[in-house]
């Protein structure tokens, strides 16, 4: 009688172990699937945010802007044409730098309405100079060509607000950025020099502040 009963006691312990131990099993395993579903749901937000961005920024006209699909960024697609080792705006026709204002102005309100229409994201505006490779001058004298094509989007931009055209007014929302790629930006077109001598405009949003605000909720 003893032996049985001591059996049974037993058997109660190992099964209030074994249930203890599917507990805890099932408390990690919900947790873990807690913190992958909210993971996935970050990532799904942040994915349809920038898909619907991406959209809105497509309207751009293309009388102005050309899209990179392989860089995922803008060109400006007028023709510009800087003389040789010059950041001087004025180089361009005036015909020319009057489309660089219209272009100006459709980035700036398609922008400003982006923005309004996304209130949680902020965003970084890349503007960035290219330099033609001419006579091998990007082996000997690569820094030259970097603060030439710095000098020229920050020339592009100077003229853009001197003809009322100022991101900085999307500021703190939209940060801007002033870059020259030298001889050697992604962007750049490999098979016409010539084309070197354009803007890129590159626009990134900044999902994780939205990110932080929806956990916030």
Do not use: H
């Amino acid at each position: 009688m003893k032996k049985n009963s001591f059996f049974w006691v037993s058997y109660s312990d190992l099964m209030t172990s074994l249930f203890f131990i599917m507990l805890v099993l099932y408390v990690i395993t919900f947790t873990v699937l807690q913190i992958e579903l909210a993971d996935t749901k970050e990532k799904a937000i942040k994915l349809e945010k920038i898909e619907e961005i991406q959209k809105a920024l497509e309207t751009l006209d293309k009388e102005y802007f050309e899209f990179d699909s392989l860089n995922k960024r803008y060109k400006l697609s007028i023709d510009i044409q800087f003389k040789k080792n010059s950041e001087d705006i004025k180089d361009i026709p005036r015909d020319k730098r009057d489309m660089l204002v219209k272009a100006g102005k459709e980035l700036y309100n398609q922008f400003k309405a982006v923005i309004k229409d996304n209130p949680n994201v902020d965003f970084l505006l890349v503007i960035e100079g290219n330099t033609q490779r001419l006579n091998g001058n990007e082996k000997y004298n690569p820094d030259g060509g970097y603060r030439l094509s710095y000098q020229r989007a920050l020339a592009l931009y100077n003229f853009w607000s001197e003809n009322s055209i100022n991101f900085r007014e999307l500021a703190p929302q939209c940060e801007i950025i002033l870059a020259g790629s030298g001889y050697f930006g992604q962007s750049r077109d490999q098979n016409d020099e010539n084309k070197n001598k354009r803007f890129t405009i590159q626009l990134t949003s900044k999902v994780g502040k939205l990110i932080n605000d929806y956990k916030a909720i």
